[in-house]
């Protein structure tokens, strides 16, 4: 029988409460450099806070979990103040105001539990239960998920938001008391960051200025303009508004962001505002460039109906070719020129209106509810209407992000496939996110028109050709829904035409991602499951080969054990097994007679090696076909997570994770040699998402002994993924030189279309097989 904890259950109070939490100050895209706790004085007299605590404990305490605690002294006046800080970050740039005591208590943005304690004794309570019947606790809010609160918890917080007591109540429901928005910390002197100074009169480009930073970031300031948008759902609200009477310099932006958390704000388009606020620059990451907006922000509605500034009018030609100045490292105080570099056009255009018009779509439909265009149609163009990404050097700038401020209940957001059409005008404000760069908030949303983009089916292998695919299954686990296993399996039978051997990537466990640290590493359900869909879709009996990880050790999804494996058809060729391979040994080249053979097949290439930490672990099986010996290299090289964006503020990028890439190429590249050294007529194929692009070191270090395949395509075909609006090179097939008639193929399946079996696109080399006397030939 399930047992239900009551919720912690404080009387209400008449005396001091706590009014406000905030745990994110100092992290990534904060204003503030410090966590809080702001008290209020729910009564008619002033309380004393001698002797009492604010504590803390996580939002999901273990059994090892302690509360900590911050001594108070002083007192509270009727409906006044007092200003607990917290632990200071790195980050934000506006300080508190004086607090009334101090602490150094780190707590965590999203979710935990703050106590107003009599005494300074720690609380010993881990649940809700235990805390409501421990009388010393005066008042108590839980946030996000926590475990301990009144009631059901509040709101979640974040970076950039705090919890916040709606007008003193205290109903003994957390949820219903507080509310999340802007975080707005006071003193028991009246003092806000700035120091309660009256704001400064100013204009919006002023506060925008010439760089990318507000000159007047941390100050407060009153902003005349027109509300142009409006924000009203989400954990961001706010709304935008524009300086009717612009100025004549091309730098600075006449719009701005007004952020009001979780509330939404009382205004409409039209509506003539005077806007006091804080300026802060809000980073949605950690590399990313900034917002500049107004937090903490008071308003006055002069007029209503208005008319609201024309939009800027982006067509073929406004956005220069040229992403960003590349100076090795911050732009972010660099003078804007929007007419030399696209990221300063965007910038220098921050809040203000802008609109496109008949853009295409370069991309599907995100899971995020984003649209990718291109204003530039002519710019880098792939054969089925995407942009195709070729150098570091050669960005798609006229690439814009699009997202929609129409509520879903009153519009769906549009499905769409790369290709299509965004027909009529899409207007909206422009804003920065850390996923897609700058964007236009889209209050007028154009109609998606249909350009028929059709799924690729690839020929059939004929007479003595061997087919080998290799094809990313997207975390495929026998704890997936059949519809996943059915549109795999399509893929495999129909487009790639029941493939000879196929290499699998992101094949997880039998449990998947449910059983984190269960010691479950076997897939054998989920490959026969596998399997049994590709028969059912009219495909061969295949078999697979595949060597189980160690447990959390390779990456990928928390407790999927992600790991590569085979497919191949036994009536067309045969897998040659070799006892041997497992999870830690090293598969060794020998010598053999005319040529090559490996220690273990299947065989894991150094598992041990450095280069593999936290990531997948290549395969290699030897196969036969027509009398020949194949060699086949399953791959799934560490991911691109932890790059700097190209639109940061970092010029160029960094591509951090590129250093382990390049030790998996150069341990994979020893194996080939090695194999090659044994028989130099040798047929090798490797193949999977090697997760970096064509032009990079990483792929320099295969080449030479390896042909790498994407290279034999025009220009316009070179892509088998789409992020962020452009079409792009992960998954790789390269071939030594010994097989012959060699014909390649991307299959485009999934990667442009909204509706998918994997974000990847399968690929397939048919060939030959050669040997020595193939040389004479």
Request: with cysteine.
């Amino acid at each position: 029988m399930a047992v239900i904890a009551a919720p912690a259950t404080a009387a209400p109070s008449t005396g001091p409460v706590i009014a406000e939490v905030y745990g994110g100050g100092g992290n990534s895209g904060a204003t503030l450099t410090n966590d809080f706790v702001e008290l209020a004085n729910a009564g008619d007299a002033s309380a004393s806070l001698d002797g009492l605590s604010v504590q803390y404990l996580p939002g999901s305490p273990s059994g090892s979990s302690r509360w900590q605690a911050t001594p108070l002294s002083g007192s509270v006046e009727p409906e006044g103040r007092y200003l607990v800080a917290q632990s200071k970050g790195a980050g934000g740039t506006a300080a508190l105001p004086s607090p009334d005591a101090n602490g150094s208590i780190a707590m965590a943005a999203g979710s935990g539990t703050v106590a107003l304690v009599e005494g300074t004794d720690t609380l010993t309570c881990l649940t809700a239960a235990d805390c409501a019947a421990d009388s010393r606790i005066v008042d108590l809010v839980g946030y996000g998920n926590a475990t301990v609160r009144e009631g059901s918890p509040a709101p979640a917080a974040s970076n950039t938001t705090s919890v916040a007591r709606t007008d003193l109540a205290d109903t003994d429901d957390n949820s219903a008391d507080f509310a999340a928005g802007s975080p707005t910390p006071v003193n028991a002197a009246g003092e806000e960051p700035g120091g309660g100074a009256e704001p400064t009169d100013a204009r919006i480009r002023d506060v925008q200025g010439t760089t990318r930073l507000s000159p007047l970031e941390g100050e407060s300031v009153r902003v005349p303009g027109v509300v142009t948008a409006t924000k009203t759902f989400g954990s961001a609200r706010g709304f935008w508004l524009q300086d009717p009477e612009p100025d004549d310099d091309p730098r600075t932006s006449e719009g701005l962001f007004v952020f009001t958390g979780s509330v939404t704000p009382s205004v409409a388009p039209g509506d003539a505002v005077s806007v006091a606020g804080v300026v802060a620059e809000y980073y949605p990451s950690q590399q990313s460039q900034s917002t500049t907006q107004l937090t903490g922000a008071t308003w006055t509605v002069e007029s209503s109906g208005n008319a609201v500034p024309e939009p800027v009018v982006v067509t073929e030609g406004t956005l220069p070719e040229r992403s960003a100045p590349q100076v090795g490292g911050n732009i972010e105080d660099l003078p804007l020129e929007p007419e030399r570099y696209a990221l300063d056009f965007w910038e220098a255009h921050e809040g203000e209106l802008v609109s496109v018009t008949d853009a295409r779509l370069v991309s599907r439909s995100t899971d995020y509810n984003e649209l990718y265009v291109t204003t530039e149609p002519d710019q880098n163009p792939s054969a089925r209407g995407g942009s195709v990404y070729l150098d570091y050097d050669r960005p798609n700038t006229g690439i814009v992000k699009i997202e929609s401020l129409i509520p879903f209940s009153q519009r769906p957001f549009p499905k769409a496939n790369t290709g299509d059409t965004l027909a009529g005008i899409t207007s909206g404000p422009v804003e920065y996110d850390s996923f897609g760069g700058y964007t236009i908030m889209a209050n007028l949303l154009g109609d998606v028109k249909d350009n028929g983009l059709e799924r690729e089916v690839t020929r059939k292998q004929r007479l003595g050709e061997l087919a080998v695919a290799t094809y990313n299954v997207e975390n495929l686990s026998a704890r997936d829904e059949q519809a996943k296993f059915d549109a795999l399996a399509a893929g495999v039978v129909e487009n790639l035409a029941s493939p000879d051997i196929v290499t699998l990537e992101e094949i997880q466990d039998n449990n998947g991602p449910d059983g984190v640290g269960d010691g479950v590493v076997a897939a054998d359900e989920t490959l026969d499951r596998f399997v049994a869909a590709i028969v059912a879709a009219g495909g061969p009996r295949y078999q697979w080969r595949q060597i189980d990880p160690q447990d959390l050790t390779d990456g990928g999804q928390p407790g999927g054990n992600i790991r590569v494996g085979f497919l191949f058809n036994p009536k067309r060729v045969s897998f040659v097994d070799r006892p041997g391979g497992d999870a830690t040994t090293a598969v060794d080249v020998q010598r053999k007679l005319g040529g090559a053979r490996l220690s273990a097949s299947p065989g894991r290439i150094d598992p041990e090696n450095a280069a593999w930490e936290d990531s997948r672990k290549p395969l290699v099986g030897e196969f036969r076909f027509l009398g020949q010996t194949v060699f086949v290299v399953a791959n799934h090289f560490a991911s691109k997570g932890g790059d700097e964006p190209t639109h940061g503020r970092n010029q160029p990028p960094a591509r951090g994770s590129e250093v382990q890439r390049l030790q998996q190429a150069e341990v994979l590249r020893g194996f080939v040699d090695d194999v090659l050294e044994a028989d130099r007529f040798a047929n090798i194929v490797v193949a999977g998402d090697l997760n970096d692009f064509q032009f990079s070191p990483t792929l320099a270090k295969l080449r030479g002994p390896l042909e790498v395949l994407i290279d034999t395509l025009p220009k316009s075909e070179r892509y088998s993924y789409v992020y962020e609006g452009n079409s792009q090179v992960l998954d790789h097939m390269l071939i030594s030189r010994a097989p012959f008639g060699v014909d390649y193929d991307v299959v485009h399946i999934n990667a442009e279309f909204a509706e998918q079996a994997s974000d990847h696109d399968p690929q397939v080399v048919r060939f030959r097989p050669g040997g020595w006397w193939s040389w004479w030939l």
